[in-house]
């Protein structure tokens, strides 16, 4: 720096001493000094004139100046390099941010310190039905609810606060309004409908659990009170009492036989399930259709149709229990004298097992929850026919388990299929030709 000002010394040296040179000559030394003066103001004046026409441009021109101007034009040039390229990491930040945010399943909506909006996340278009069009807007005034503008002017900034959503009274969502920069907040809104309604049916599941088990230990109960109170019975008569007994103890036990297995399904993934043996499924269908027609008694006609001789990679046991368990359901719920068939066919979707009944049918709102744990369409009657509500959900965690799928078609009155849908990957490779 010191070197610039002691060159644009004499810079003005340069002009100066001429003018003392022509003033001490002709004897005008004030007027050639001010001439000199002038000139310089001129020369800087000029200097002045490029710098400012070159802020006013790109600032990538080149700029003949010298002396001090060369040393400020070069200090802005580099700082304006630094500025650039600090606003360009900046914005390739901002723009992975906006990317990864955008990418969220959850609302992600920045708000200035007036509640204005200032960006959006695609998400907060299907959770809210916000568009790009709402930004400048006041999210209070998007979105009126009481309990959500309280819950702004509350400002608790990270505070979890749960309500029903604007759009969709079924649907449920999960705010949180952090701090975000200087002045601003970012507010967080998460569907959690699913985790609500997950929440519920843990709920009725422990409820339908404890009260399936009261109800045949009531009775054991009861009888066993009965045998303690009266002391003069018959052998006969103690006999018949501990008969009865023996149907409720029965349910008890295949109810937690059936919860033990469904633990095991969810938790055991072993090794089994990818080299397990091929499975013959015509001799495990013929297996089914003996069992199914002891379990009939001859109440039944018991149909079996096999399509192409096919091999598929599963667990015997396991699949025995799910195809099992169809036919049973088809045998308690058909009437006497009707026709239950097993059925399989191999397609390009796959190869398909299933079990059709000619009973009461189901109708469609029950349809999607059937594989709910204890759910019953008609818990009166299920009891009644000797079942624990957990037969599909078995089914429906060993087709899972088996990369399969469990579809229901029903009819009220027609009554229903059951249908197990293997992909082709679990078939033997002859099986596929």
Known sequence: MRNIWIHESWRLLRFILPALLFGWVFDALTVCLFIALILFIVHQYRQFSKVYQWLGSSLDTDLEVSGLWEELVYRIYRKRKRSRSRKKSLSKMLRRFQDSVSMMPDAAIVLDKENNILWLNPAATNI???SSDDIGQNVGNLIRLPAFIHFLKRSAQGESFEMKSPVDEKQSLDLRLMPYGVGQQLLLIRNISQVQRLKVMRQEFVANVSHELRTPLTVILGYLESLQ?????????IKQQMQKLHAPAHRMNQIVADLLLLSRLDLDVSSELTTSPELDIAVLLAMLKKDAEQLSQGKHSIVLNTGPKVSIKAIESEIYSAISNLI????????????????????????????????LGIAPEHLTRL??????VDAGRSREVGGTGLGLAIVNQICRRHDAV?????????????SCQFPLSRLHSESKK
């Open 229 to 237: 109170e009266v002391h003069d019975l018959s052998v006969d008569e």
């Open 406 to 418: 469990l579809s229901v078609h029903s009819e009220p009155g027609k009554g229903s299929t059951f």
């Open 328 to 359: 049973s359901n088809a045998i308690r719920y058909s009437p006497d004298g009707g026709e239950i068939q097993i059925n399989s066919c191999l397609d390009n979707k796959g190869y398909t097992i299933s079990v059709s009944d000619q009973g």
């Open 128 to 130: 809210l039905h916000l």
């Open 371 to 376: 594989t709910e744990r204890f759910y019953r």
